[in-house]
């Protein structure tokens, strides 16, 4: 294996479609219009020297290397900054040229620190390479006078260093903050010879406004910005692209070794969803895999009060095995069931569904997009017939109009909020409804035309008041509608919210907002060009979360803003593999690809295939476990890689639920909240320690690649295969591509998908089939998945969850760009620089009513439950709203949140809990019970030598 | 072994606060089932009860359709006309 490499074409490629043709150093050359020179002689292996350019960034044209002649022009031009031209003769190497580079390198040179030997970057630098290049075999001026040799080193950032004396001003990292990342961190500070980089007004890395998506770092020709691990480790020798495991973005990257050993995690040009981007948590934060909390070894007990004792894979499998069997025995057949997770491979979710259903002979499975998306797979599929965004992230690129509703992109879905703000920077129009001022409504040149400060709840109201203003001033697109959807359906819904009780002047009783800004946001996202909808948690986590989806879509189909590219309905998924473990099966009324389980073809052709009778009723979602675990009728458990007990809502029903069970058998890469209460603990595995694939928020699919053994002895998905022979079902396979073979044989979207083909085409979007080989960037392309498209009343209900005097806030949750979900990864990571706990961010005016200042200790109280954290005073915040995340176990937001969920999907309510806040000096009394339950709850016993 | 002694004990040992009364699953039942039909309660009369009975049938595990049915028989107290109307339904079919 060698390293995966990447050709810099030096310039980004053009987009024209004309094509001109030209000459350099004697050959004829056909690129599009618009492409650079530089571009142009790479495409034929001509590299021109050069520094400050390269393809992730416009050309800046100022280093002077890459100069050219071009016969019958006057000078020596950049070939970066000069574009081809039909008929143009080029030479890149002449006598005058070569004297001029060596000129210039010398200059570089003469500044730079000579330490190539013992420098981090040595083999990995532009400079020492051009230096080469060029031939550059002195340098008159020598190194005695005025230099930058002895400037400091800025190492405040946990994963990369700034070692200002080899910087050569190049300004890379400065273009790539601004244009790839969208921050603005970065500026030339000082002058002609004293300018140097600086983040902010001379700032450390860490204080100032960077968000360390590695960008710059990946930028820098030279040793300047370099990756920490460089230094610690050494220059990798080998690498494999790989899929990151953290969020639905799906970046891919080049994963660099040296050994077994990580050295880096590179962005991927080639990767179609991040297009060589990254954030903090992908580039940097996978140290969690090699943390010393991580469990290797099986585990099990027969008491959870008693301390875990180790045994072998064959005895815990064996243990598991017959306590399942013990209770279906005793309790019926539906008394167990099981979790997949999001975060393992497609292979791995498949095979947890496929043993619950065929060993344990129910459907008792279900998974965490039950608390996060699950109303997204109901909306769309009624409306449009599919349980999956419409667009690829492409897309954006020609959107006109951007739509946000309950989503942060800038923190939940950071690289595709890059590209987003790429797009608004170039003048797209912007509307944000959401009850926090989040980033994007205000952001280094980013404004948001319109922000919908919205009271949270009430995201039916505002989605029917929009539909009001579309239907009743005669913005609807009549000819879409009339071609693709039921006209009947659509009068009927017309007719709805025409009614005045949905105008934007009679639902600002509950939403609070401003009907002008209502109107003209209707107005702007339905004539305004390619209209996208973009949305996440906020939108689904609620009560009505499954109204909103199905409300969002009607929008979308009046203003015939769907089946093209730059519009669409686009849910921002969570989790890497959100979209896959439900494309997988992962839910209790669902077969593989969304077939329910009472269709009687669908069931033959599993129980074929699995050589299994399957059950023909639906099993229990999450929450209907616990209900069931407390009455009874529900006593064993297998949950893979998800921490219910921290993410779920109403931590002390959770809690009740889980410590009802008889047997909980729990299979994660750390003791996690939930193994507190597990009889049976099974090692997991990294991303980085097994083959698979992972589905991202454009139905990608993508590989993820094993890049060393597991440290545990065992992938995930052949632990599975163990528990499930153990339980008398045999499942035979050698490899994940084996199963990805059984899924496209059962799963008509997904026939056309193989590993040969994604090895060759890199990833492929579902339905990937006879009908698109391909895969299928956007969806609905002259027709819906359904037929016709559904228009569906949403009548807007106020959430039970009320505000009183006892309780006069409202509590809305989310998460932030440094940490992930429940935190076990990144809490294990360096990113606690950025988050080292969960803080309430609450209105100057609530604060001040409550005597509370910024960093206070505060009480937080719902009708569910109590905890205390900090204050963080934020002019974010509307009054009357406040807000946390859910990273840190010890803050335990979720034993504030209730059990209200969504009518159709018992997705949670996260997003609105009626709270009380109050000064206070410590933990809750249910922080402190916890956190010792948790620590006896701990134990492993010595191994008896 | 025995297996008595995990029961609840979990419960027991986090909890120290003072105790939170949820709603049972009966009420919870109860609940759900109006939220359904509240939901479908804007089409028009028999398309809302069909909805609901079917998101039910659909959705539902068979312990709680069955419980549902025995909260029917009893009364069914606390249940909006439409729900009530499609378990009707629901029973009748099953
Ligand atoms: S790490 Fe990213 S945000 Fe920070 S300075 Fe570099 S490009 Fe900008
Ligand atoms: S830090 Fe690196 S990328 Fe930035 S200007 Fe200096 S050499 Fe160029
Ligand atoms: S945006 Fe998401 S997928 Fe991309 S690097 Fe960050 S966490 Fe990973
Ligand atoms: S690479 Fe063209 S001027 Fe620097």
């Known amino acids: ?945 | 072994m025995s297996h008595s002694q995990t029961h609840g004990e979990a419960h027991d040992a986090a909890h120290g606060d003072d105790a939170h009364s949820h709603t049972s699953t009966d009420d919870r039942l109860v609940y759900m089932a109006n939220q359904i039909a509240t939901f479908f309660g804007s089409q028009k009369h028999d398309a809302a009860v069909a909805g609901t009975r079917d998101h039910i049938a659909k959705f539902w595990d068979p312990r709680m359709r069955a419980r549902i049915a025995e909260l029917l028989v009893s009364g069914g107290e606390g249940l909006k006309p439409i729900a009530r109307e499609a378990l009707e339904g629901l029973a009748r079919k099953q």
Not at chain 1, 274 to 287: D, L, Q
Not at chain 1, 314 to 328: C, D, L, T, V
Not at chain 1, 612 to 628: S, T
Not at chain 1, 725 to 752: N, V, W
Request: glycine share 10%; hydrophobic share 35%.
């Open chain 1, 1 to 945: 294996m060698s390293l995966v490499h990447e050709i810099d074409y030096g310039t980004p490629a053009s987009k024209s479609e004309k094509l001109v043709t030209l000459t350099i150093d004697g050959m004829k050359v056909q690129v599009p219009e618009g492409t650079s020179i530089m571009r142009a002689a790479m495409e034929v292996g001509n590299q021109i020297p050069k520094l400050c350019a390269t393809d992730m960034l416009d050309a800046f044209g100022s280093c002077r290397l890459c100069l050219i002649e071009i016969e019958g022009r006057n000078g020596t031009p950049a070939s970066c900054t000069t574009p081809v031209a039909e008929g143009i003769v080029v030479k890149t190497q002449t006598e005058r040229l070569k004297q001029i580079r060596r000129g210039v390198m010398e200059l570089y040179i003469s500044d730079h620190p000579l330490d190539c030997l013992t420098c981090s970057a040595n083999g990995d630098c532009e400079l020492q390479d051009m230096a080469g290049v060029v031939g550059l075999r002195e340098v008159r001026y020598g190194y005695e006078g005025e230099n930058h040799i002895k400037m400091g080193k800025d190492e405040s950032n946990p994963y990369f260093t700034y070692e200002k004396s080899k910087c050569i001003v190049c300004n890379r990292c400065v273009r790539a903050c601004e244009e790839v990342q969208g921050t603005f961190a970065l500026t030339i500070s000082g002058r002609g010879f004293g300018s140097r980089v600086s983040p902010g007004m001379d700032e450390e890395f860490l204080s100032s406004e960077c968000v360390s998506c590695g960008a710059c770092v990946q930028a820098c020709p030279t040793a300047t910005l370099n990756e920490k691990a460089m230094y610690d480790i050494g220059t990798p020798e080998h690498s494999l692209v790989t899929t990151c495991a953290y969020c639905g973005v799906g970046c891919t990257f080049k994963a660099e070794m040296r050994g077994d050993e990580l050295v880096r995690m590179v962005p991927y040009k080639d990767g179609k969803a991040n297009r060589g981007h990254s954030c903090v948590k992908g580039r940097f934060a996978y140290g969690y895999a090699t943390h010393k909390d991580r469990i290797l070894k099986p585990m099990i007990r027969s008491s959870i009060h008693e301390p875990w004792k180790e045994v072998s894979y064959e005895e815990a499998i064996a243990y598991a095995a017959s306590e399942f069997k013990r209770i279906q025995e005793k309790y019926g057949r539906r008394a167990v069931g099981g979790i997949t997770s999001s975060r393992c491979t497609n292979e791995e979710t498949y095979l947890v569904q496929k043993l619950i259903r065929g060993a344990f002979g129910n459907n008792n499975v279900d998974t965490c997009a039950r608390v996060c998306h699950s109303p997204t797979g109901y909306g769309l599929s009624q409306t449009y017939g599919t349980s999956a965004g419409t667009q690829d992230f492409d897309s954006v690129e020609e959107s006109d109009v951007i739509l946000v509703i309950g989503a942060n992109p800038t923190d939940g879905h950071p690289v595709f909020g890059s590209r987003m703000k790429k797009r608004l920077r170039e003048g797209a129009k912007l509307i944000v409804i959401d009850p926090r001022k989040i980033d994007l409504v205000r952001t280094p040149h980013v404004q948001a035309d319109y922000h919908l400060p919205l009271r949270p709840g009430t995201n039916v109201a505002m989605v029917t008041a929009i539909a009001h203003v579309i239907v009743t001033e005669g913005l609807v697109h009549e000819d879409f509608v009339r071609d693709y959807c039921d006209w009947d359906e659509f009068q009927e819904w017309a007719e709805f919210v025409a009614e005045e009780r949905h105008s934007p002047e009679a639902i600002q009783q509950y939403t609070g907002v401003d009907p002008a800004l209502v109107r003209g946001a209707a107005r702007l996202y339905a004539k305004g060009g390619n209209g996208a909808i973009y949305y996440g948690l906020g939108v689904t986590e609620h009560s009505q979360g499954s109204t909103t989806v199905i409300g969002i879509a009607n929008l979308a189909m009046a203003t015939g803003n769907i089946g093209r590219n730059g519009v669409g309905v686009n849910p921002l998924r969570g989790q890497n593999n959100v979209q896959g473990s439900c494309d997988m099966g992962s839910f209790p009324h669902e077969l593989p690809g969304y077939r329910h389980v009472a269709e009687d073809d669908t069931r033959v052709l599993f129980e074929r295939d699995w050589g299994v009778k399957l059950d023909d009723e639906p099993g229990l979602r999450i929450p209907n476990m616990f209900d069931a675990a407390v009455d009874g009728t529900f006593k064993g458990m297998y949950v893979q890689g998800e921490d219910i007990l921290q993410s779920d809502p109403d931590t002390r029903h959770v809690s009740a639920g889980l410590g009802a069970l008889e047997c909980l058998v729990v299979q994660d890469l750390f003791l996690n909240e939930t193994a507190n209460y597990a009889h049976v603990f099974l090692p997991g595995c990294s991303f980085l320690e097994k083959d698979g694939t992972f589905t991202n928020a454009e139905r990608r699919i993508q590989r993820v690649r094993k890049l060393m053994a597991p440290k545990n002895g065992y992938a995930d998905w052949e632990v599975t295969i163990m528990l499930a022979e153990a339980l008398g079902y045999k499942m035979d396979y050698q490899h994940p591509s084996e199963i990805m073979d059984e899924i496209a044989r059962l799963t008509p979207t997904f026939t056309g998908v193989s590993y040969a083909k994604l090895e060759e085409a890199g990833s492929v979007q579902w339905p990937c089939n006879e009908k698109a080989p391909e895969g299928t960037p956007v969806m609905h392309i002259g027709g819906f998945v359904r037929g016709k498209g559904k228009f569906m009343l949403t009548e807007y209900v106020p959430t039970d969850e009320r505000t009183g005097p006892r309780f006069p806030l409202l509590l809305t949750t989310g998460r932030i760009l440094s940490q992930y979900n429940v935190g076990a990864q990144t809490r294990r990571t360096e990113n606690v620089a950025w988050h080292p706990e969960d803080v309430l961010e609450i209105h100057p005016h609530d604060a001040e009513t409550r005597g509370i200042r910024d960093g206070d200790y505060v009480r937080l109280d719902s009708r569910a439950g109590s905890t205390s954290l900090k204050a963080v005073i934020s002019e974010r915040m509307p009054t009357g709203v406040v807000y946390t995340t859910f990273h840190h176990p010890v803050t335990q937001a979720n034993v504030i949140t209730t059990d209200y969920s969504d009518w159709a999907t018992n997705c949670p309510e996260y997003k609105v809990t009626a709270v009380q806040i109050s000064p206070s000096n410590g933990p809750s009394p249910w922080q402190e019970n916890y956190e010792a339950f948790s620590r006896q709850s701990r134990r492993i016993a010595e191994a008896a030598e």
